[in-house]
């Protein structure tokens, strides 16, 4: 369990309401997915991982935002070694980084998952077209065909038509789960599973939490509490460099999800002791608007007493700090957390009265974007 420095007393009404409405929400499959997860899910892509890592030296995993960051997140973290090594494309629409992917793929053989939800976002959209193109110059059509797996809608989408017509292997993201909350199906268990990483004891820490879910509940409450009062961005702080894009993903889900008609709180983040030389003099002394949350991991005696000298430090300092004490750093630790910071989210999401499933600031971008597209 994601222990806790804080014990703020709740309104247990309040709260039990409104984990009731996040689980009937249409977009709350999330819930109860790591009890739904069953064996037979499990096996089926440990099947598909292990056709991947067949033929394949490298997996080119196409996607944006919750269909990235998750599954990045796991695989930086934990480092396992497969002998497949994960390649992420589709997340900028930068050419240089592009060719960059590609060299670095090299002549090693490869496989692509583009994963899209929607089956529409320009990114992945992009690059799918970039390394597909690679796939049919290197394996002519029909090979290339064998190596793409989508993983996308099951049922309508400009990339669910197009894997239908191609004879792609298909995965579904379920209907009733969105992007940020989705690194738990298919999106993320894929990728995940051909690196290495044990997603069976992943869904097996995220059940944990979602059978004591009462910390989160508590992290979400005082997050609201604290975003009230004038705190208006949370600074999430952790000891281990592997960790930089699971801070990432933390802050796609809280930003994303929280970040709606003018309502919450800015997510930012920080990886000591590396950002105690740059931004640790901000930390100490500077504009206190903000407060930090500390992502505890199991770690080393001289680390541990970095956290500590952190902790004093930053509270003499007038900073108000949050610990979460995770308690192993192992898809067990990383599955509790997940299943933490999204059950965290959903709660102060709806306590500053937003919908913490929908997106709709995306769009500005994209609106913009398509008419310089047009301009052309
Ligand atoms: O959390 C979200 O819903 C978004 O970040 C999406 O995951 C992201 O925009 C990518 O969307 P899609 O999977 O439809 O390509």
């Given at each position: 369990?994601?222990?806790?420095n804080?014990?703020?007393?709740?309104?247990e009404?309040?709260a039990?309401?409104?984990?009731?409405e996040i689980k009937?929400?249409?977009?709350?499959?999330?819930v109860?997915?790591?009890?739904k997860?069953?064996?037979e899910?499990?096996?089926?892509i440990?099947?598909?991982a292990?056709?991947?890592?067949?033929?394949?030296?490298?997996?080119?995993?196409i996607g944006i935002?919750?269909s990235?960051l998750?599954?990045?997140a796991?695989?930086?973290?934990?480092?396992?070694?497969?002998?497949?090594?994960?390649?992420?494309?589709?997340?900028?629409l930068?050419?240089?980084?592009?060719?960059y992917?590609?060299?670095?793929?090299g002549d090693r053989?490869?496989?692509?998952n583009v994963?899209?939800?929607s089956?529409t976002?320009l990114?992945?959209?992009?690059?799918?077209?970039?390394?597909?193109?690679?796939?049919?110059e290197?394996y002519?059509?029909?090979?290339?065909?064998?190596?793409?797996?989508?993983t996308?809608?099951?049922?309508?989408g400009?990339?669910h038509?197009?894997?239908?017509?191609?004879?792609?292997t298909?995965?579904?993201?379920?209907?009733?789960?969105?992007?940020r909350?989705s690194?738990?199906?298919?999106?993320?268990?894929?990728?995940?599973?051909?690196a290495g990483?044990?997603?069976d004891?992943l869904?097996?820490g995220?059940?944990?939490?979602?059978?004591n879910?009462e910390?989160?509940?508590k992290?979400g409450f005082?997050?609201?509490?604290?975003?009230s009062?004038?705190?208006?961005?949370?600074?999430f702080?952790?000891?281990?460099?592997?960790?930089?894009y699971?801070?990432?993903?933390?802050k796609?889900l809280?930003g994303?999800?929280e970040?709606?008609?003018?309502q919450?709180?800015?997510?930012a983040?920080?990886?000591?002791?590396?950002d105690?030389?740059?931004?640790?003099?901000f930390?100490q002394?500077?504009?206190r608007?903000?407060?930090e949350?500390?992502?505890?991991y199991?770690?080393?005696?001289?680390?541990?007493k970095v956290?500590?000298?952190?902790l004093?430090?930053?509270?003499?300092?007038?900073?108000?700090?949050?610990?979460?004490?995770v308690?192993?750093?192992?898809?067990?630790?990383?599955?509790?957390?997940i299943?933490?910071f999204?059950m965290?989210?959903?709660?102060?999401?709806?306590?500053?009265?937003v919908?913490?499933?929908?997106?709709p600031?995306?769009?500005?971008?994209k609106?913009e974007?398509?008419?310089?597209?047009?301009e052309?």
């Amino acid at each position: 369990m994601i222990d806790l420095n804080f014990n703020p007393r709740i309104d247990e009404e309040k709260a039990s309401k409104i984990m009731e409405e996040i689980k009937a929400d249409p977009m709350g499959g999330w819930v109860e997915l790591p009890a739904k997860t069953t064996e037979e899910d499990l096996q089926k892509i440990h099947e598909i991982a292990d056709k991947i890592k067949e033929n394949s030296e490298v997996l080119v995993c196409i996607g944006i935002g919750g269909s990235y960051l998750g599954h990045r997140a796991i695989i930086e973290a934990l480092r396992p070694k497969s002998g497949v090594e994960v390649i992420y494309a589709g997340n900028s629409l930068s050419q240089r980084e592009q060719d960059y992917i590609w060299e670095q793929i090299g002549d090693r053989d490869f496989s692509i998952n583009v994963i899209s939800k929607s089956g529409t976002t320009l990114e992945p959209a992009k690059a799918f077209e970039f390394f597909k193109a690679k796939l049919a110059e290197r394996y002519g059509v029909a090979e290339a065909a064998r190596r793409v797996y989508a993983t996308t809608d099951a049922e309508k989408g400009l990339l669910h038509d197009e894997a239908v017509r191609d004879g792609y292997t298909r995965l579904t993201v379920p209907d009733n789960i969105g992007g940020r909350y989705s690194v738990l199906t298919p999106v993320g268990l894929l990728p995940m599973a051909v690196a290495g990483v044990d997603i069976d004891a992943l869904i097996s820490g995220a059940k944990e939490t979602m059978e004591n879910p009462e910390h989160a509940v508590k992290y979400g409450f005082m997050r609201y509490v604290l975003g009230s009062k004038g705190y208006d961005t949370e600074v999430f702080a952790s000891f281990e460099p592997c960790t930089m894009y699971f801070n990432e993903w933390i802050k796609q889900l809280f930003g994303e999800s929280e970040g709606k008609n003018h309502q919450g709180v800015f997510p930012a983040s920080v990886v000591y002791s590396t950002d105690l030389h740059s931004l640790g003099q901000f930390m100490q002394d500077g504009r206190r608007n903000l407060w930090e949350t500390i992502i505890n991991y199991p770690t080393d005696e001289l680390n541990a007493k970095v956290v500590k000298a952190v902790l004093t430090a930053h509270v003499t300092g007038r900073i108000p700090v949050l610990k979460l004490d995770v308690p192993s750093f192992d898809e067990k630790g990383f599955g509790e957390l997940i299943y933490f910071f999204e059950m965290a989210c959903a709660t102060s999401a709806k306590l500053f009265g937003v919908n913490p499933f929908d997106q709709p600031g995306v769009e500005a971008y994209k609106n913009e974007l398509k008419k310089l597209m047009a301009e052309e």
